[in-house]
């Protein structure tokens, strides 16, 4: 047992989903207790420091700016057993809890989960646990069947629970509603009816009466002529137009076919001119060769036979060779001279036809 700073301490997080706080007069006799006789009980807390009862002492404490509060630490080693705990230090503290009959639901669900207690019957789920449903609900203080009632609650659509935690609908009226209608009527059982107000059973009643009265209704088997009459005249006319659309663009292509193949002939004339104009572009640039080559040689033969004439004639030179035969310098420079212009003939031979090389004057001879 110890003293701890209030602000220390931290909430159980599933204590609001369990319980209430204390309102209204309630609570302020509450206030005047703690103020005149301090807190007596100490607040049982976990090694972690989280409250497992005594949520409304502290808040009281706060209230009153009771900074240090006595503890009792408990170690715990399991969730369920801090759980357990929660429950029923806190339903044994308050003793008759007031509040929400959803959240008393959820405690007892909750309880026979740690017990082990079996859904819907009182065998236990744990053979080695002692405890069974019908000896919870005594410790409780209710009998089975409303014990049972209870557990129902928590199966109402959040809608509803409001509608009990806030007194428009009884616990009475919503054991009703949750016996009779699914979570959809639920739903439209709040969108009928005024919520503004409280709900009386007889009004829950009289919808929950319509609604199994229309269940059990075997529906009438009408034959309703859903026909648009005026859907399909318009349909007819849009085929119409389609139609002809479709008889318009078959005249477009039939033209756009002859068009085709009148081009296609011409395509295959232009084809074969410009066949013909390649032919004849080569065969000129052939004859454009030759006639470059021709008129080269022809050139030369008539330099060459100029050269050969005029100015290389022997009988031009014979008196000075016959003054220099004996000059061995003289000699040697016209032989080697001799020997060139040999090579070039033979050189030349090479390209014309085999039986035009005889005619070719041999140098020697000249």
Not at 18 to 24: S, V
């Amino acid at each position: 047992m110890q003293k701890i700073n209030i602000n220390e301490l931290k909430s159980h997080p599933q204590n609001e989903y369990y319980f209430d706080n204390m309102e209204g007069e309630k609570w302020k006799e509450f206030l005047d207790s703690v103020n005149t006789s301090g807190i007596i009980e100490p607040i049982v807390i976990t090694q972690d420091k989280v409250i497992v009862s005594g949520h409304q002492r502290v808040r009281a404490a706060k209230e009153l700016c009771i900074n240090d509060i006595m503890c009792e630490i408990r170690i715990y080693d399991d969730n369920d057993k801090i759980t357990k705990d929660l429950l029923e230090t806190n339903i044994r503290q308050r003793g008759t809890i007031d509040g929400s009959a959803v959240k008393q639901g959820r405690r007892y669900i909750e309880l026979e989960r740690i017990y082990g207690v079996y859904k819907g019957n009182h065998q236990k789920e744990n053979p080695n646990n002692s405890v069974s449903q019908s000896e919870l609900a005594k410790q409780n203080g209710v009998s089975v069947d409303t014990w049972n009632n209870y557990k129902k609650l928590t199966q109402l659509i959040p809608e509803v629970v409001d509608l009990v935690d806030t007194g428009i609908v009884t616990p009475t009226t919503a054991l009703s509603i949750v016996k009779n209608l699914k979570s959809d009527e639920q739903e439209e059982l709040i969108q009928s009816l005024d919520v503004t107000k409280k709900l009386t059973q007889k009004e829950v009643q009289q919808y929950i009466d319509k609604i199994k009265q229309l269940e059990n209704k075997e529906p009438e088997i009408v034959e309703i002529d859903n026909t648009d009459y005026s859907s399909i005249e318009q349909k007819k006319k849009e085929l119409k137009q389609l139609q002809e659309k479709y008889n318009s663009q078959s005249e477009k292509i039939n033209v756009l076919n002859e068009r085709i193949a009148i081009f296609q002939e011409n395509s295959d004339k232009y084809k074969n001119l410009t066949s013909e104009i390649e032919k004849l572009t080569k065969d000129k640039s052939d004859i454009a060769r030759r006639i470059t080559a021709v008129t080269s040689i022809s050139g030369l033969s008539i330099e060459i036979d100029f050269l050969l004439k005029e100015k290389l004639a022997p009988i031009k030179y014979s008196s000075a060779l016959l003054e220099a035969k004996t000059d061995e310098i003289v000699q040697k420079n016209l032989s080697n001279i001799v020997y060139s212009v040999q090579r070039w003939c033979d050189e030349m031979k090479e390209y014309l036809p085999s039986e035009d090389k005889n005619n070719v004057i041999d140098m020697e001879e000249i």
